[in-house]
């Protein structure tokens, strides 16, 4: 076992939650397939094959648990289902940038919304401690199938 699926599973222990087989192989899911950004869909794909008896409502039940307790991020790129990541609480989030052909999700970590921040603050009295950014377009591949 990775020492990071090792260190989810304290964390949901330390929470006195249960460390059932299912919630273990989801988080391993995610830690396998870290810089995807799965929906409920892929992860039962995912773990059907150890576990040919889990239900979707299950892996539901398990994404909703693991998002309230701060492990997973919960996002919604409007596709019409929501994707998960590792949420990582002590860091500025990464951005996105979503292809509306093929919905492919990249990530970019450049960040040169310090000052728009500070002057949305400053221009309507409010002090903004976080934002999150999702660009909507093609990605090269789909954009180079297009011209
Ligand atoms: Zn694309
Ligand atoms: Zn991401
Ligand atoms: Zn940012």
């Given at each position: 076992m990775t020492g990071e699926l090792q260190a989810l599973l304290t964390r949901l222990h330390e929470k006195d939650y249960k460390l059932t087989p299912q919630r273990k192989v989801i988080l391993k899911a995610f830690v396998d397939n870290k810089d995807e950004h799965l929906s409920a869909e892929d992860i039962y794909g995912i773990v059907k094959e150890q576990y040919?008896?889990?239900?979707l409502a299950t892996v539901y039940r398990t994404l909703d648990l693991l998002a309230e307790l701060g492990i997973l991020l919960r996002m919604n790129f409007g596709d019409g289902r929501f994707r998960y990541e590792f949420s990582n609480s002590d860091v500025h989030q990464h951005h996105h940038l979503i292809c509306m052909e093929c919905g492919r999700v990249q990530e970019f970590a450049?960040?040169?919304?310090e000052d728009l921040e500070r002057r949305v603050g400053e221009e309507n009295g409010f002090r903004v401690v976080d934002h999150q950014v999702k660009f909507y377009g093609y990605c090269s591949e789909c954009d180079r199938k297009k011209a």
């Open positions: 040919p008896d889990i239900g450049d960040d040169l919304l």
